[in-house]
């Protein structure tokens, strides 16, 4: 995942500025542009902001900094630079970057901006900055503070480091009382979904953080151990979180995922570019095909990579009704895909995989399949050696072809090379 | 061929001289290899303990010129065997301030090493309570509004 980062070009005379440490944690460059930063009444912001939060006269509903934080200053500051970034990177409304670090800026920022808003429960302010959610392509990151941590972070002015905590988090006590260190917020983009769940359930502002970024959700990844557990209401739960801009979803041995769960949530999330399926017993191809072909008719089937590895019965004319539906051109040089090896009945490929469908047809059985090349020396580039696990024998554990070499046969009816069943050294005392 | 070195100084004053190939590793700071040579660069944001972290990683990084990058698989397993014990050897509260100093240099590789170190920590816990504990969070919800947030999350954790 990349980072979240401004690319504004360096200006050389920056160095020469005066120390803006107060806003220069996150403002930094700006300072040639400090009467607007500064001079921006906060509730000016918000009037600029979505319409739910024009009519509300919000200086009269704001607290007046009760933790005496000077917090005025704060989001003035806050405001007033992303307004400015705002206007000098544009918006892409559309939800699927290209990468573009302005767009991992915004989605960062905007993560924090909604987080601070929160934490004073300042009234419908979570409309105002929902529009800058969404930007990227689920490679953006974003923190998120809380107020107190904010000027805890900024707040070198007075010669004071930033206070040092065994955790991330700092107790101050009063109303706010977990305050979150912002480098803790990019590291969520880093876990899996089951850990995101856990950590949501650890206080409320996270809670809220977990549920309420759809770029945590942006790509969804499930597999062991809750493959198994994971139902439809839930699934529509944790998709729904994306708001519509997921890109990647891939379920991996989801034994209880029904069609029509897929279709809803496809039909929910209209940017998924990646969408995986293997071995999810319930789902068919022709369920499949089905929802491809009502997305195409609506125009509004984005999916450009498909992994259905491990559902029966794909005939040749799904294959190739396959991929006139994801426009995959058919003679994709091999040669600058990478190789597929078999490993413990799974697929050694990641949702980085440029294949557009994972299935192929296998050289030897003409099946649509899962086709595999073997990680052996003496046949690597080796056509013969690349058919599906059919037509040649595998170890279970490295993948290389056994047909005629010595191999165990395990007791779950697995093939083990002689490499790979050789019991490991036992190591020195 | 002499190398250029540069001179980085940390919010508190602490100076770092790096060279060329170090600062180039920062996408921040790399145009400064035009316009600063001999000069300090403040990094304000940064504090001369973080910075020193940063350096020491960017050395260790540094592509040696003319090297064959597929050539050393066992490099590559001494490099990373490195940033395991660089990043582990750090308290959390080092690495958070780490993520933000590589977030705002923009030096990837340390960014995404020092956010994994705190996923792992994360997916080292077993459940919500040992990761408040280690975290150093207090939970602020109810009684009602915990047993409401485990009853969504139940269908994950029988």
Redesign the interface.
């Given at each position: 995942m990349a980072l979240n980062f401004s690319q504004r070009n360096f200006s050389p005379h920056l160095s020469e500025e005066p120390m803006k440490i107060a806003n220069g944690y996150l403002v930094e460059g700006v300072s040639d542009r400090k009467d607007d930063v500064f001079s921006h009444p906060w509730c000016s912001s918000l009037a600029k902001g979505d319409s739910a939060a024009s009519s509300v006269d919000i200086l009269d509903v704001l607290p007046s900094d009760p933790f005496g934080m000077d917090i005025n200053n704060t989001f003035t500051a806050i405001t007033g630079w992303l307004q400015d970034l705002e206007v000098d990177y544009g918006r892409d409304e559309s939800g699927i970057g290209d990468g573009n670090h302005h767009h991992q800026l915004f989605a960062g920022l905007s993560f924090i901006w909604n987080n601070a808003m929160r934490f004073h429960e300042f009234p419908e302010s979570s409309n105002v900055w929902g529009s800058l959610n969404g930007f990227g392509d689920g490679s953006c990151h974003g923190s998120f503070v809380s107020p107190g941590s904010v000027d805890q972070v900024l707040d070198v002015r007075n010669g004071g480091e930033v206070a040092e905590s065994s955790g991330c988090c700092t107790n101050d006590g009063g109303e706010n009382a977990n305050v979150v260190h912002p480098g803790f917020g990019f590291s969520l983009y880093h876990l899996g979904v089951k850990d995101l769940l856990s950590v949501s359930m650890v206080c409320k502002s996270l809670h809220t953080t977990v549920c309420d970024d759809s770029l945590l959700w942006k790509h969804i990844h499930i597999s062991q151990p809750l493959n198994e557990k994971i139902t439809d209401e839930a699934l529509l739960q944790l998709t729904d979180r994306a708001q519509g801009t997921m890109q990647c979803l891939r379920l991996v041995d989801c034994s209880r995922i029904t069609e029509d769960c897929l279709k809803q949530v496809l039909e929910r999330n209209r940017q998924v570019v990646k969408l995986g399926v293997p071995g999810c017993i319930r789902i068919t191809i022709d369920g499949v095909l089905s929802i491809l072909r009502d997305l195409k008719s609506a125009g509004k089937l984005q999916v450009k990579h498909l992994e259905i590895g491990g559902l029966f019965g794909v005939t040749k004319d799904h294959y190739e009704e396959l991929f006139g539906l994801l426009n995959i051109e058919t003679n994709v040089e091999r040669s600058i895909q990478k190789p597929r090896f078999y490993h413990r009945g799974y697929s050694c490929l990641s949702c980085d995989d440029n294949k557009g469908i994972d299935i192929e047809m296998c050289p030897k059985c003409e099946n649509s399949r899962l086709v595999y090349d073997c990680p052996a020396e003496y046949c690597k580039g080796k056509e013969e050696c690349r058919a599906c696990s059919l037509c040649i024998q595998r170890c279970f554990q490295c993948g290389r072809c056994i047909n005629d070499s010595e191999y165990e046969e395990t007791f779950c009816l697995e093939f083990l090379c002689a490499d790979c069943s050789r019991p490991s050294p036992e190591l020195p005392l | 061929m002499t190398k250029e070195m540069f001179t980085l100084k940390s919010?508190?004053g602490f100076l770092f001289v790096v060279d060329e190939a170090v600062v180039h590793q920062s996408?921040?700071?790399s145009?400064?290899v035009q316009?600063?040579a001999g000069?300090?660069?403040?990094i304000?944001?940064v504090?001369g303990k973080i910075l020193n972290l940063v350096v020491e990683y960017c050395k260790n990084h540094v592509v040696v010129d003319g090297g064959d990058s597929s050539s050393s698989s066992s490099s590559g397993d001494a490099l990373k065997k490195w940033d395991d014990e660089f990043i582990t050897q750090m308290?959390?509260?080092?690495?958070?301030?780490?993520?933000?100093a590589?977030?705002?240099l923009?030096i990837?590789g340390l960014?995404?090493l020092?956010?994994?170190r705190?996923?792992d920590e994360?997916?080292a816990?077993k459940?919500?309570e040992e990761?408040?504990a280690?975290?150093?969070?207090?939970?602020?919800?109810t009684a009602e509004?915990?047993a409401e947030?485990?009853k969504e999350?139940e269908?994950?954790?029988?």
């Open positions: - | 919010s508190d996408v921040t700071l145009p400064m316009d600063c000069r300090e660069y403040p304000n944001n504090t308290d959390l509260s080092t690495v958070y301030d780490l993520i933000m590589a977030n705002y923009i990837k960014f995404d020092a956010c994994q705190v996923a994360i997916a816990c459940d919500h990761i408040r280690t975290l150093g969070i207090v939970s602020d919800y509004e915990e947030v485990l999350n269908w994950a954790f029988d």
